[in-house]
């Protein structure tokens, strides 16, 4: 007799209030798509819509600085400045 099963990596799985409809989950990664200003660009954005397109996908968006002396690379996000925060929030809705 044969049975045909779904692999538990595709199964849903309850994280918090939230049901994944799978368990794949993006890793937190480091795009550099951010302007000169650390501010979160358009095709940062898009990259995150496209990878979020199926619902109930979970993403770690990237490391962030939290100021201007605690990173050390070019076009990296930061969150310490409104300008930043408002383009990280269209990356991140909620």
Excluded: C
Aim: glycine residues 8%; hydrophobic residues 40%; proline residues 5%.
């Amino acid at each position: 007799m044969t049975f045909e099963t779904t692999p538990k990596l595709f199964t849903p799985v309850k994280v918090g209030g939230i049901t994944l409809q799978h368990r794949v989950v993006l890793a937190p990664l480091t795009r550099f798509r951010a302007d000169d200003n650390h501010v979160h660009t358009k095709m940062g954005v898009e990259n995150y819509a496209k990878r979020a397109a199926v619902r109930g996908t979970m993403l770690i968006t990237e490391a962030s600085f939290i100021a201007a002396q605690a990173g050390g690379f070019r076009n990296a996000p930061g969150i310490w400045n409104q300008e930043q925060t408002a383009a990280r929030k269209e990356s991140n809705p909620s």
